[in-house]
T-cell receptor, first 120, second 109 residues
Framework: GAVVSQHPSRVICKSGTSVKIECRSLDFQATTMFWYRQFPKQSLMLMATSNEGSKATYEQGVEKDKFLINHASLTLSTLTVTSAHPEDSSFYICSARERGTSGGGVAEQFFGPGTRLTVL | LAKTTQPISMDSYEGQEVNITCSHNNIATNDYITWYQQFPSQGPRFIIQGYKTKVTNEVASLFIPADRKSSTLSLPRVSLSDTAVYYC??????????FGKGTMLLVSP
């Protein structure tokens, strides 16, 4: 299957600093990428959806000025957590939807391995 | 978006068959049913997807009755490494995958 990578896999930063997480689709073009956040023992929560070349669409309650998303190419999306605080510590997972459809008119969505962010 | 309901947790033993049922009473005509598996500190991994009747791949089977208001993920002869959270999702075409609480499956020796 298609592969989605994330970098870094884990990051520890001081409160007030900014952290950038990269999400890449390695062997396919992704017109749409998604960013999820997962707190311990909870399910994945969608933060935002980004389409290549356009502004991201944020879910209700997600601050767009705090979580900056850039989707500059069909294989790369970045999430920047600005002025991070301890409450932003979480597991961030990106997902990419393959361009076009595959079997049955459904676009497959592939997930990255996640990035563990710890803000001290 | 069709809401899904699945058991919070299930226990099993190695070598047994595990069936996890998900209800999605308001599934729409264009909706597909898909299941993902997630291990701790990893991204979800696609298991299987179907629209109706039965779908089988190398890791699981998916049973969908005619009314499509529920589906059952069947894992044959589970092993310890199948301990994970399993998510049932309903979506159509290019809609966004929205995750529910999932089912925590614990496989014991």
């Amino acid at each position: 299957g298609a592969v989605v990578s994330q970098h870094p896999s884990r990051v520890i930063c001081k409160s007030g600093t900014s952290v950038k997480i990269e999400c890449r689709s390695l062997d396919f073009q992704a017109t749409t990428m998604f960013w999820y956040r997962q707190f311990p023992k909870q399910s994945l929560m969608l933060m935002a959806t980004s389409n290549e070349g356009s502004k991201a669409t944020y879910e209700q309650g997600v601050e767009k000025d705090k979580f900056l998303i850039n989707h500059a190419s069909l294989t790369l999306s970045t999430l920047t957590v600005t002025s991070a605080h301890p409450e932003d510590s979480s597991f961030y997972i990106c997902s990419a939807r393959e361009r076009g459809t595959s079997g049955g008119g459904v676009a497959e969505q592939f997930f990255g391995p996640g990035t563990r962010l710890t803000v001290l | 978006l069709a809401k899904t309901t699945q058991p919070i947790s299930m226990d099993s033993y190695e070598g047994q068959e595990v069936n996890i049922t998900c209800s999605h009473n308001n599934i729409a005509t264009n909706d597909y049913i898909t299941w993902y598996q997630q291990f701790p500190s990893q991204g979800p991994r696609f298991i299987i997807q179907g629209y109706k009747t039965k779908v089988t791949n190398e890791v699981a089977s998916l049973f969908i009755p005619a009314d499509r208001k529920s589906s059952t993920l069947s894992l044959p002869r589970v092993s310890l490494s199948d301990t994970a959270v399993y998510y049932c999702l309903v979506f159509s075409g290019y809609s966004t995958l929205t995750f529910g609480k999932g089912t925590m499956l614990l496989v014991s020796p």
